[in-house]
């Protein structure tokens, strides 16, 4: 069973973007060049893993009906795709 029902590809943990896609040499380029021009610290940080959080458990159910269509699985960044689909 997945740990998402959402049928999306996964999104990125920093918010943007799918989480198999790379920018390429020129949008990274261009993108350090606009850092360096707001004299931002720049540095590559990897994403914090599920593990790296203490969540803690739900603390309500969805009634019998609806119970399909939620996970209390820690699945890694928040996938907002699932209630979007659901609208």
């Known amino acids: 069973m997945p ?3 959402s049928r ?15 920018l390429d040499s020129r949008e990274q380029s261009n993108l350090r060049f606009m850092l360096d021009q707001l004299g931002a610290v ?3 940080a990897a ?8 969540l803690r458990a ?4 969805p009634p ?3 119970a399909a269509m ?4 820690a699945t890694g960044p ?9 609208r």
Do not use: H, K, Y
């Not at 999104?11 to 198999?20: E, H, P, S």
């Not at 939620?70 to 699985?73: H, L, N, V």
């Open 78 to 86: 928040a996938q907002p795709q699932l209630r979007q689909e659901l």
């Open 42 to 44: 720049q540095g590559e």
């Open 47 to 54: 994403p914090p893993r599920v593990e790296d959080f203490a």
């Open 3 to 5: 740990d998402t029902l």
């Open 70 to 73: 939620f996970s209390s699985a």
């Open 8 to 22: 999306r590809p996964p999104r990125r943990f920093w918010g943007w973007g799918q989480a198999d896609a790379a």
């Open 64 to 66: 019998a009906a609806l």
């Open 58 to 61: 739900p603390r309500i159910s």
